[in-house]
């Protein structure tokens, strides 16, 4: 495994190839294919409408005692606004950071997505180093169909909606009755289930196919993933949405992601833990350097 330093690796990243073959690999798949997992939180699990009590650490008055949020996809993030949550807060994006984490740090800010259960997470605000300074624990549940599969088929629709290059979702008005059974047990629920999972397949296909959300791996294939790198990918992918960025560095950012995003992977061995401090490092080193970049050309944090 040959390194490069961070410059370099901003020029050379791009997951279409990898992307290409999972979408493949999805198609044809049958029930005894290998797990697809996340490197980061399934954009599926976030977007939505939720809502949760709040407790508050160190805060003076604290902030508000229920909560209730939007999250959209915004470009390979996340956007919230917490105006309503706490006093100086206000519209948030939220990277991911690991494959159950989002996260956004600003100077003693530091705010935490954590993904949990079906349709449960956690938000986690800190103020000052290592939560010396206020802390705010927000326990979140997502607004629900009743049925997982349908869950998961609106939030893809929603970010079909909102996404350049995908196409918005068209339900039939007879499949959307059928769909509108979710909250109602028995056999309406098992029938909206059924059609919301025909739906959601080719709908996560076409979004993987348009770069609107990222690529689950061969959870089988041998390997430890290096979530830094799949940070980095993603923070890459942010800026090659910016409109701020020239067509020439987003040709040459996309024509050599894909190298990074084998580089997420380090293959077991005597050299394994060498190699994975070393690949993180170097990953997260060049996220940092790129996410600074994008604040400087109003692209993000």
């Known amino acids: 495994m040959s390194w490069r330093g961070p410059v370099a690796l901003l020029v050379s990243i791009t997951a279409a190839g990898a992307a290409s073959a999972v979408v493949a690999a999805i198609a044809v798949a049958e029930p005894a294919a290998p797990p697809l997992v996340w490197a980061e939180p399934d954009p599926a699990t976030v977007i939505g409408h939720w809502r949760g009590p709040a407790t508050w650490r160190a805060c003076g008055d604290g902030g508000a005692a229920r909560v209730t949020l939007d999250v959209h996809r915004d470009g390979s993030g996340y956007a919230v606004d917490l105006a309503a949550v706490l006093d100086g807060l206000g519209r948030t994006s939220l990277v991911p950071a690991a494959a159950q984490r989002l996260e956004m740090k600003r100077d003693d800010l530091r705010i935490e997505w954590r993904t949990g259960k079906h349709n449960k997470a956690t938000l986690t605000i800190q103020f000052g180093q290592s939560g010396s300074g206020c802390t705010g624990t927000l326990r979140l549940t997502r607004d629900a169909t009743g049925a997982p599969a349908c869950d998961r088929l609106a939030a893809l ?145």
């Open 157 to 301: 629709a929603r970010i079909a909606s909102t996404c350049d290059g995908a196409t918005p979702v068209t339900i039939s008005d007879a499949d959307r009755l059928v769909i509108a059974g979710a909250n109602r047990a028995g056999r309406a629920r098992t029938a909206a289930a059924r059609l919301c999972t025909q739906h959601a397949a080719p709908v996560e296909t076409a979004l993987i196919e348009a770069g609107c959300v990222p690529a689950p791996t061969d959870g089988s294939a041998p390997g430890v993933r290096v979530v830094e790198c799949d940070a980095l990918v993603a923070a890459v992918s942010r800026l090659m949405r910016c409109d701020r960025v020239p067509v020439d560095v987003k040709q040459r950012l996309h024509a050599g992601m894909q190298r990074v995003s084998r580089w997420a992977t380090v293959t077991p061995g005597d050299d394994e833990a060498e190699n994975r401090a070393r690949a993180a490092a170097t990953c997260e080193a060049a996220r940092v350097d790129l996410e600074d970049t994008m604040s400087f050309v109003h692209c993000g944090p």
